[in-house]
């Protein structure tokens, strides 16, 4: 039963990483690339969707990432899981700190109401994003280390 909770998370916690590195280096190149109206109503469109699923995605990871640390707390690997554990709570807060606010005034804006500064808030977030990617590449590789 461990090692299937060991590969379930370790997926789950990729399919994740591969989410937001494709967010990060391919959506956001894109959407950059797009007229300054399309641009923020697919930024805008991004957040709504994503911000209504990531969360789940999120602490479904931190909480699977938990389990398998108590469950295979005296097996090989622990210190590991417990580590990327403790980088998916870092991404958890730096998302609930960081990133969302950004997104949820995001996600309301159209071309009509727009701040002045929007383009700046959505470089910040993209600033903030990299770093949480980098993150929770991290937790990925130390719980895809953790299966050896």
Do not use: C
Not at 15 to 40: T, W
Not at 73 to 92: E, K, M, N, P, Y
Not at 102 to 131: E, G
């Amino acid at each position: 039963m461990l090692n299937a909770l060991e590969v379930f998370t370790t997926v789950i916690v990729g399919v994740m990483v591969g989410v937001e590195f494709s967010v990060a280096f391919i959506m956001s190149r894109i959407l950059n690339a797009l007229p300054e109206d399309s641009r923020q109503l697919g930024h805008a469109h991004g957040g709504r969707m994503l911000g209504a699923l990531m969360p789940f995605w999120y602490m479904g990871s931190l909480v699977l990432s938990a389990i398998w640390a108590v469950a295979g707390w005296h097996h090989r690997g622990a210190g590991l899981v417990v580590t990327a554990a403790g980088l998916l709570i870092v991404s958890v807060v730096m998302s609930i700190l960081l990133l969302v606010p950004i997104n949820n005034r995001n996600k309301t804006w159209t071309p009509d109401n727009r701040p002045a500064d929007w383009k700046q808030q959505l470089s910040r977030w993209d600033r903030y994003h990299y770093v949480r990617v980098a993150v929770i590449i991290a937790a990925f590789t130390l719980l895809a280390a953790a299966l050896a």
